[in-house]
């Protein structure tokens, strides 16, 4: 089963625009991920924000985390047609910090940019 | 580029046979995690394998069955496929040691059973 939810589930911007997408999760976590995949292919890692950390960057992608209210949010600054792609939440919530692999990932938010 | 390589890439099989898929992990990397896309929907937890003994399992029936060896690398094994077992299976290899528990994941191996 899934742990949380994403929204929107499609998202469809200009080139230049920035897109925002949110991740709500069920239980306490120890990290959340952020995961892009293009097309059915593999995941690729984005950015990893801990518990105790409410937001992080890294180049055009902003994550914010509010444990109280168990959400996310991702932001891409400036998108460009090379961002559409899914883009897929990920909570850690292992018994150790952090649990070297035993994610719950959402059900991803599509993004297109277009040109 | 994650240095992590599946095989084999596309796969078809008929309802009631086995499956094996292969997993090679990132150099230095001890563990590896297995998940299942559907398609349309986020990757789920299958079963990760750490010094070649399984670490921990999600909601999947003991037909999913798993192998690492001692050079890292793992095997995903499915008997009595089902007409759902059609899906992406991805692995995905980490370190126990010095990181924060992010994954690098291969291209996959797609299946379907028809």
């Known amino acids: 089963s899934q742990q949380g939810e994403e929204d929107p589930q499609a998202l469809s911007i200009q080139e230049g625009e920035n897109a925002t997408m949110n991740c709500s999760y069920k239980t306490s976590i120890n990290n959340l991920q952020w995961y892009r995949q293009n097309s059915g292919r593999g995941l690729v890692h984005l950015i990893l924000i801990r518990s105790n950390e409410r937001e992080k960057h890294s180049g055009r992608l902003r994550v914010t985390l509010d444990t109280s209210k168990k959400s996310s949010s991702l932001l891409i600054t400036a998108s460009r047609a090379a961002d559409t792609a899914s883009y897929f939440c990920a909570t850690d919530a292992g018994a150790r910090s952090p649990s070297y692999g035993k994610l719950t990932f959402g059900q991803g938010t599509i993004l297109t940019v277009h040109p | 580029e994650t240095g992590v390589t599946q095989s084999p890439t596309h796969l078809i099989k008929t309802r009631g046979q086995q499956v094996t898929l292969r997993c090679s992990s990132q150099s230095g990397h001890n563990t590896v995690s297995w998940y299942q896309q559907a398609l349309g929907q986020g990757p789920q937890f299958i079963f990760q394998?750490?010094?070649?003994?399984?670490?921990g399992r999600g909601n999947f029936p003991p037909r999913f069955s798993g192998l690492q060896f001692p050079n890292y690398s793992s095997e995903l094994n499915v008997n009595a496929l089902e007409l759902d077992d059609s899906a992406l299976y991805l692995c995905?290899?980490?370190?126990?040691?010095?990181?924060?528990?992010?994954?690098?994941f291969g291209e996959g191996s797609r299946l379907t059973v028809l």
């Open positions: 995905a290899s980490s370190s126990s040691g010095g990181h924060t528990g992010e994954l690098f």
């Open positions: 394998y750490y010094r070649e003994e399984e670490n």
